[in-house]
């Protein structure tokens, strides 16, 4: 897509975000009474942090957000921030159906430490440019460094490239995009041709197609409480060994392949994959959810216990 040089000279003054690597959204560990296991979470982080991640967002969908009331959310942020301690960067997820929620949120997370704030397009500005400019112009008042969209739609292509590409030019925290869109490799390629690489790019739910991500020249991605394996894919890949970073994600496509069944069915797999580390003290979830039968648990059981010899056997 052609870019006038009016634009070009704009999108020359950024250069691309530095969050290249894994980056996870933060699992949300409950006790035995539901409310949240802040010992659970230090653990996921610390495991986390030592396998490699360079960041991660904190909460977002793969977070039940939106099982969590407004305190909850800012008390995650809080101290995911506090454990991180500069080690990662930590980004708050601000997404939210109330605007006035969503700017309130992202002043939170901006006052708490943050690194970055991550929000998605309201369901409701869907398809309406001026609302999606005037949003995001209003949410970056908050004086974030980064600004992370989410480009979220199950099941189409989200946000439009002439409408990234305004937000790009007009807001300058507008460094990160996560692309969780059908199709996500093509979308990604031409936000990436048509930032001239300045705009960070993301890969969320499209994790299983890694190597296809890769090859386009993705710079981050956003696993969840699983990230040993992908970090050692993205060194790979970076490194120029394509062939063994192919053969180790083809050892992991059989998880990828059962949890991507739908973020429900995701959600309870790592929570019981956190169990067996050690990480969780329990795998509950809050209502509503879909559920989690006989033929679920057999499964994950063997699919954990893959993941974790494939763990066990990577180098730290």
């Known amino acids: ?24 959204i933060i699992n949300t560990p409950f006790d035995e009474r539901l ?26 969908v793969a977070s039940e957000v939106d099982k969590l009331s407004d305190l909850e959310r800012r008390r995650l942020v809080e101290r995911v921030v506090a454990i991180a301690d500069g080690r990662i960067q930590v980004v708050a997820g601000a997404s939210s159906e109330n605007l006035e929620e969503a700017f309130e949120l992202a002043r939170h997370g901006v006052k708490a430490g943050a690194d970055g704030i991550l929000c998605r397009v309201p369901n409701r500005l869907e398809g309406d440019r001026e609302a999606i400019v005037s949003f995001f112009t209003r949410l970056s008042e908050a004086g974030m460094e980064m600004l992370m969209i989410q480009d979220l739609s199950w099941g189409g292509y989200g946000v439009s490239l002439e409408v990234i590409l305004e937000l790009f030019e007009k807001i300058p925290a507008f460094r990160c995009i996560k692309i969780e869109t059908i199709p996500a490799g093509l979308k990604s390629t031409r936000v990436l041709e048509a930032t001239q690489g300045r705009l960070n790019v993301s890969s ?10 890769l090859d386009r020249g993705i710079h981050g991605f956003n696993t969840t409480a699983i990230n040993k394996p992908f970090v050692h894919i993205y060194r790979l890949h970076r490194e120029g060994r394509r062939a063994e970073a192919m053969a180790l994600f083809d050892r992991i496509v059989p998880y990828l392949a059962f949890v991507h069944q739908h973020i429900d069915i995701s959600i309870h797999f790592l929570k019981r994959y956190c169990v067996r580390r050690g990480l969780f003290s329990t795998h509950n979830v809050r209502e509503p959810i879909l559920p989690y039968d006989a ?7 063997e699919l954990i216990e893959r993941v974790v010899a494939i763990e066990d056997g990577l180098e730290d």
């Open 1 to 24: 897509m052609p870019i006038d040089n009016q634009k070009s000279k704009i999108i020359n003054q950024k250069s691309c975000y530095s969050l290249h690597g894994i980056v996870p």
């Open 35 to 60: 409310e949240l296991d802040f010992s659970s979470l230090e653990r996921l982080l610390e495991q986390s942090i030592a396998d490699g991640i360079v960041g991660c967002i904190v909460p977002a």
């Open 204 to 213: 969320g739910w499209s994790l299983p197609e890694m190597i296809e991500a």
């Open 295 to 301: 033929y679920h648990e057999r499964c994950s059981r």
